[in-house]
């Protein structure tokens, strides 16, 4: 389990020969559509600070060419920055030397990719292991931590089975077995899950947050997808044009969009499944005999079809040591669920 978070500061991005030469004018307000126009270069990134806690998934969300996937590549350092840091237990990978940088790519991060980068003349094990031969680890000690997570990810029974065989679905269940493989204090997740059909891709959802459960990795995902941002993320960050415009949990982020923007990304969003009991509940328990109690993480959801299901309207609240601490009433719920974020 990772001790540290990845601390990213002060980043910057321009892609062409001369980035530097024009990090002040972008600081000065410069355009990316300017900087383009007039200079040739693309603004990629663009003054991004995300605190990323320990243990936890953050999710960083936009749409394509909001600059998500060159946000990624600069914590592994696939890209270099024009400026700024990413710092991991205190050091900046920006600054490690070529030695340093491999051991980190090899010992503290695992990567998995949308296309899955499977290697197509291995086996499922000979995938899962590849990571672990590259560390140099003995062979019958990766071959046991291989067959360990090909299981935890439902592939047992595959193992001597080759890409091509597999469907996408499965194919991913591999990235992702290759990836808990290594054993990695960082797993970064570049659209990982987009390329796959709906119902797999909720599959694969639960997998990932049935792993992170027990394992509590320092997960970096990358998705465009608003649903799925919401259901995976501890921490949620949103990008458009290469800058942060809003970072949050995804209760705040509904409750309070930072702008129209993001008003607009979240005006569909089932508010149920992301507002919490604790966030409407009465601070009060309510005297005698209450029949239901929720726990204050409870999602409003879940707590409307309890009080429905048991034909009452009103329910007290727990929090995790089991004391009362509030009281739900149904149509506050339901009021809270169907209200959008227009104010």
Not at 162 to 178: D, E, F, I, K, W
Not at 330 to 338: E, G, P, R, S, Y
Request: proline fraction near 2%.
């Amino acid at each position: 389990m990772a001790s540290h978070g990845i601390e990213i500061k002060d980043l910057f991005k321009i892609f062409g020969p001369r980035g530097h030469k024009y990090i002040d004018a972008v600081k000065g307000g410069m355009s990316k559509t300017e900087l383009n126009e007039k200079h040739g270069h693309v603004l990629g990134l663009k003054d991004i600070n995300i605190s990323m806690p320990a243990g936890q998934i953050q999710v960083v969300m936009g749409l394509s060419g909001s600059g998500k996937s060159t946000l990624i590549r600069h914590i592994n350092r696939l890209i270099e920055p024009t400026t700024g840091s990413v710092e991991y237990e205190g050091v900046d990978v920006c600054q490690m030397s070529k030695s340093q940088l491999q051991d980190f790519r090899r010992h503290k991060t695992a990567m998995v990719f949308q296309k899955f980068a499977l290697l197509p003349h291995r086996t499922v094990l000979g995938n899962t292991v590849y990571g672990l031969e590259i560390q140099g680890v003995d062979k019958v000690e990766a071959k046991k931590r291989a067959f360990k997570w090909i299981d935890r990810v439902g592939l047992q029974g595959f193992e001597d089975h080759y890409p091509n065989q597999l469907s996408g679905g499965m194919q991913q269940r591999v990235g992702l077995a290759r990836a808990l493989t290594n054993d990695a204090d960082i797993l970064l997740m570049d659209e990982a899950f987009s390329a796959l059909d709906p119902l797999i891709r909720t599959d694969m959802q639960s997998v990932l947050l049935d792993i992170q459960q027990e394992l509590k990795k320092t997960i970096v995902f990358i998705t465009h997808d608003l649903d799925e941002a919401l259901r995976l993320g501890d921490r949620i960050a949103i990008l458009r044009d290469g800058e942060v415009i809003q970072q949050g949990t995804g209760q705040e982020i509904v409750l309070n969009p930072e702008d129209a923007y993001i008003a607009d990304f979240i005006k569909e969003v089932n508010r149920g499944r992301v507002i919490s009991v604790e966030t409407i509940m009465e601070r009060q328990p309510i005297e005698g005999d209450i029949k239901i109690v929720l726990n204050t993480t409870d999602m409003l959801e879940t707590a409307a079809q309890t009080m429905a299901q048991q034909e009452e309207i009103r329910a007290n609240v727990r929090d995790s040591a089991g004391k009362l601490v509030g009281s739900i009433h149904l149509k506050a719920t339901i009021d809270a669920m169907v209200t959008a974020a227009t104010h």
